[in-house]
């Protein structure tokens, strides 16, 4: 495997159900990330880790739960989502040296829909 | 907090040139990137620009102008398969990507 990969590619959940998108980067990459791509709206930036801790979490519901377990996994755990969660969230990963961040990779994306 | 402002959507012709622009408005300016992205796959890098002055690479050029908060993207010879959206993201010391709205690019044969 190369790059980064991303599974399941699409995933469909119920209100109530619990799930997992997980992602694995091949790059030797130090930073990781979640985003969330909307119809008609910007890359949402939802999680940063750099070298596995948390750096950043832009506000998101607590229904949005990371976890990094080493720098090169990067799981998100859903719960109790709403309908309006569908959306592709995609995980993209970097080097950084904190002062200096360089292009990121992303991965295929998950597509998500919540019924 | 940053701003990031480009044009929804343009439509070019195939072999044609068209230069897609991105404002911003930020502090603690270091960097920015274009990105480009197929309807339902990844965003892929494109260029990098951090330093004023344009970078070329083949048939894609970036453009950057610290003082004014601009950048624009040259594509030349355009082929039908750079129909795409186009994302610019600007990054600041101490602060993680962040991107603009993107433009959606048809090229018409």
């Known amino acids: 495997e190369t790059g980064v990969t991303q599974t399941p590619r699409h995933l469909v959940m119920g209100m109530t159900n619990k799930k997992s998108l997980k992602c694995e980067q091949h790059l030797g990459h130090n930073a990781m990330y979640w985003y969330k791509q909307s119809a008609k709206k910007p890359l949402e930036l939802m999680f940063v880790y750099s070298l596995e801790e948390r750096v950043e979490n832009n506000s998101v519901p607590s229904r949005f739960s990371p976890e990094c377990p080493n720098s090169s996994h990067l799981f998100l755990h859903l719960h109790t989502l709403q309908p309006e969660d569908s959306a592709l969230y995609l995980c993209?990963?970097?080097?950084?040296?904190?002062?200096?961040?360089?292009?990121?990779?992303f991965g295929p994306g998950t597509r998500l829909t919540v019924t | 907090g940053q701003n990031i402002d480009q044009p929804t959507e343009m439509t070019a012709t195939e072999g044609a040139i068209v230069q897609i622009n991105c404002t911003y408005q930020t502090s603690g300016f270091n960097g920015l990137f274009w990105y480009q992205q197929h309807a339902g796959e990844a965003p892929t890098f494109l260029s990098y620009n951090v330093l004023d002055g344009l970078e070329e690479k083949g048939r894609f050029s970036s453009f950057l102008s610290r003082s004014k908060g601009y950048s624009y993207l040259l594509l030349k010879e355009l082929q039908m398969k750079d129909s795409a959206s186009y994302l610019c993201a600007v990054t600041s010391y101490g602060q993680n990507f962040v991107f603009g709205p993107g433009t959606r690019l048809s090229v018409l044969p």
């Open positions: 993209a990963s970097s080097q950084t040296s904190g002062l200096e961040t360089y292009e990121q990779y």
